[in-house]
């Protein structure tokens, strides 16, 4: 059975910081690309990082970087996104992603994570 499941969610004020998690099983985590994207109420689903777990590349949306930094840890099946300096634009429900590095024509998602930002 695949799952992803996001943790580390919560509600902070700004300038403060958060570190989500996602825990993998069902599938080869080192093989995949493990994505956050997050969804605030009302919007479209925005991609927010990525990881490739075959070499460690990343990439981030321009509002986050700086800011975030998404990392792999492949013996945990567990890919993290640290959150610092957040601001009330960031709250939103965090999902993780995963599809092969070989392909993207299938990605697993999580249920997401919850997180507001107060000023």
């Known amino acids: 059975q695949v799952k992803l499941v996001e943790s580390g969610g919560g509600s902070v004020q700004a300038g403060e910081s958060l570190k989500l998690a996602c825990l993998v099983s069902?599938?080869?985590?080192?093989?995949?690309?493990m994505s956050w994207y997050r969804q605030a109420p009302g919007q479209e689903r925005e991609f927010v990082a990525r990881?490739?777990?075959?070499?460690?590349?990343?990439e981030y949306a321009e509002s986050v970087k700086g800011r975030f930094t998404i990392s792999s840890d492949n013996s945990e099946n567990t890919v993290y996104l640290q959150m610092n300096s957040l601001k009330p634009g960031d709250t939103a429900v965090y999902l993780c992603?995963?599809?092969?590095?070989?392909?993207?024509?299938?990605?697993?998602w999580g249920k997401g994570t919850r997180v507001t930002v107060s000023s």
């Open positions: 992603a995963g599809h092969p590095v070989i392909s993207a024509a299938i990605t697993y």
């Open positions: 069902g599938f080869s985590f080192v093989n995949f690309a």
């Open positions: 990881i490739d777990n075959t070499d460690g590349t990343t």
